[in-house]
């Protein structure tokens, strides 16, 4: 016999796990500096996926309540050594949903979005909603390859958000 649970029960359960976890942000979590990638203002290159005119909206802080940082090994180039970074962050719906102009829970739509975290800038490369609890999502994990500022050379945009990472 399946267990009924009334529709304001769920409702406020949904209610006390989104402020249980604002209260663990605002206690443990980080914050990450979000940019979203702005399509309908971009022109890029039809192969290699870079300007001419790529565009971002203007960063908004993010409060997260997680952040895993990896650095890899670093690979030999014929530049030198090239390290690469990772990191992984976990935020709440309710607190994208505030501050992003398309709904986070519109997966798609975040692929080409930057965030950055401790003055280094990452492209967003993993993108999934999680928690469905009673039918609502209450988190998002997001997975970011480091970008080198050499790397934007042709999106000036990109070169600010740089600067404005280092100032932040």
């Not at 029960?9 to 979590?29: A, C, F, H, T």
């Not at 090994?73 to 976990?90: F, H, K, N, R, W």
């Not at 997001?142 to 100032?167: H, R």
Request: glycine share 4%.
């Amino acid at each position: 016999m399946p267990l009924y649970t009334p529709a304001w029960y769920q409702k406020d359960s949904v209610i006390r796990l989104n402020e249980v976890m604002k209260n663990y942000q605002r206690y443990w979590g980080e914050s990450v500096l979000w940019a979203e990638y702005d399509a309908m203002s971009s022109s890029k290159h039809g192969v290699y996926d870079e300007g001419p005119s790529r565009a971002w909206y203007p960063p908004v802080v993010l409060p997260v309540m997680f952040v895993d940082f990896r650095q890899d090994d670093p690979q030999d180039t014929d530049e030198g050594l090239y390290v690469l970074s990772t990191a992984s962050i976990c935020f709440q719906v309710t607190a994208a949903i505030d501050r992003f102009r398309i709904s986070p829970l519109y997966t798609g739509a975040h692929f080409r979005d930057r965030f950055s975290y401790d003055n280094t800038v990452y492209r967003v490369t993993k993108y999934e909603k999680q928690g469905l609890v009673h039918g609502t999502y209450l988190t998002v994990s997001a997975l970011g390859e480091q970008i080198k500022a050499e790397e934007v050379v042709n999106d000036s945009q990109q070169q600010d958000f740089f600067v404005q990472t280092m100032t932040w």
